[in-house]
C-alpha cells in the first residue's frame, strides 16, 4: 500500500505543478494588477537637459521654458521622483502627459542657463492591466492619424481577421515590411502620407499604424519618447515615435520601424501621448519657449 500512497500524492503534486505553470503561462503576457503596484519593479533614471540661451545684448527677462516629463503611469512605466536644478510646476492633461514649466531668471545679455531634470521610474517588463480610458478617442480620426483615407480602409478590410490579436499582428507586419523608414522630418505628415508614398520616419510610422488597428476597432494611440536599456542621458537624437494598442486589458508597445512588437518594455520612456487635446503650448515634439531672443537646444 504505500507504494499507492506514493502514486497518489505524485499524481497531486503533478496536478498542482501544470496549473501553477498554466498560471504562469497566462499571465505572461498582461500583468493583473493584484497586489497594487508590484508589477514595477525594475529600476530606471533618466536624466536631460536644455541649455537656454539669450542671442541679445539686452537682459531677458522672465523667460518661459516648458519641456515633458514621462507620463505618470502607463501599463509599463510609473513615476517614482522627479528632480530639476531650478523651481518648476507640473502640470498634467486627460491624457496622463506631464508638462514641467520653470520659473527662470533673468539672463544677462548673451547669457545662458542650463536646465537639467532626472526621473526615478519603476518600469514593469510585462504589460500591467488597466482601463483604455476614453475608449472613442482612441479610435477615432485625428490629424495625421487618417482612418477614413480610402487606401488605409480598404488595406484595413484586407487584413481583416475575426481575433483581434491577429489583427494586431497582421498590421504590424505590414507596416514593417512596406513602408520605408527614412531620416527624421520636422514636418508631421501623417498616416496617408505614408500610406501613399509607402515611406516615411518614425512619427509617419507610428501614425500609419495606429490609423490600422483604429480603422479595425482596435484602440491604438501614438506615443511619443525615448528607447534605451537601463539608465541613461536622454538626447535629442533619440527622440522616437511609436504605437500602443490595446488588447487583453491593457497598453502594449507596437513599433514598426525598430521591429518590436510587444516586447522590450523597460526600453521604452513614454513622454507624450500624442493627442488632438493637448494644449498648444505643449504641442511641440519635446519642448516650448518663449521670451524675445530665447534659443534651446537639448544637450
Not at 17 to 24: F, L, P, Q, R
Not at 163 to 176: C, H, I, L, N, T
Not at 249 to 268: H, M
Request: hydrophobic share 40%.
Amino acid at each position: 500500500m504505500p507504494w499507492l500512497i506514493r502514486v497518489a500524492a505524485y499524481l497531486v503534486l503533478s496536478f498542482l505543478a501544470s496549473c501553477a505553470g498554466s498560471n504562469a503561462s497566462k499571465m505572461s503576457a498582461v500583468n493583473a494588477e493584484m497586489d497594487g503596484d508590484g508589477y514595477y519593479r525594475v529600476p530606471k533614471q533618466i536624466r536631460y537637459s536644455f541649455t537656454l540661451s539669450n542671442t541679445t545684448g539686452k537682459l531677458l527677462e522672465k523667460p518661459q521654458f516648458w519641456t515633458y516629463l514621462p507620463v505618470s503611469k502607463t501599463t509599463h512605466q510609473k513615476v517614482m521622483k522627479i528632480e530639476a536644478n531650478y523651481p518648476y510646476q507640473v502640470k498634467r492633461d486627460n491624457y496622463g502627459n506631464n508638462s514641467i514649466h520653470f520659473d527662470m531668471k533673468d539672463i544677462p545679455p548673451y547669457g545662458s542657463r542650463i536646465v537639467s531634470v532626472t526621473v526615478d521610474l519603476l518600469m514593469s517588463d510585462h504589460p500591467v492591466a488597466m482601463p483604455v480610458g476614453e475608449r472613442e478617442s482612441f479610435l477615432a480620426r485625428e490629424p495625421y492619424i487618417e482612418t477614413d483615407d480610402d487606401r488605409i480602409v480598404a488595406l484595413a478590410a484586407k487584413l481583416h481577421d475575426e481575433s483581434a490579436a491577429v489583427m494586431v499582428q497582421k498590421d504590424y507586419g505590414w507596416v514593417a515590411k512596406n513602408i520605408t523608414s527614412e531620416s527624421y522630418v520636422a514636418e508631421d505628415r501623417g498616416a496617408a502620407y505614408a500610406m501613399g508614398t509607402r515611406k516615411g520616419d518614425c512619427t509617419e510610422i507610428s501614425y500609419l499604424l495606429t490609423a490600422l488597428y483604429r480603422a479595425q476597432q482596435i484602440p491604438a494611440r501614438a506615443i511619443g519618447g525615448y528607447v534605451f536599456s537601463g539608465n541613461g542621458i536622454m538626447k535629442a537624437m533619440d527622440y522616437h515615435n511609436w504605437t500602443e494598442f490595446y488588447l487583453d486589458g491593457a497598453w502594449q508597445i507596437a513599433d514598426a520601424q525598430k521591429g518590436v512588437l510587444a516586447d522590450k518594455q523597460t526600453d521604452y520612456v513614454a513622454m507624450r501621448v500624442i493627442a488632438t487635446g493637448e494644449p498648444a503650448a505643449l504641442a511641440s515634439q519635446r519642448f516650448s519657449h518663449a521670451g524675445e531672443g530665447l534659443r534651446v537646444e537639448m544637450n
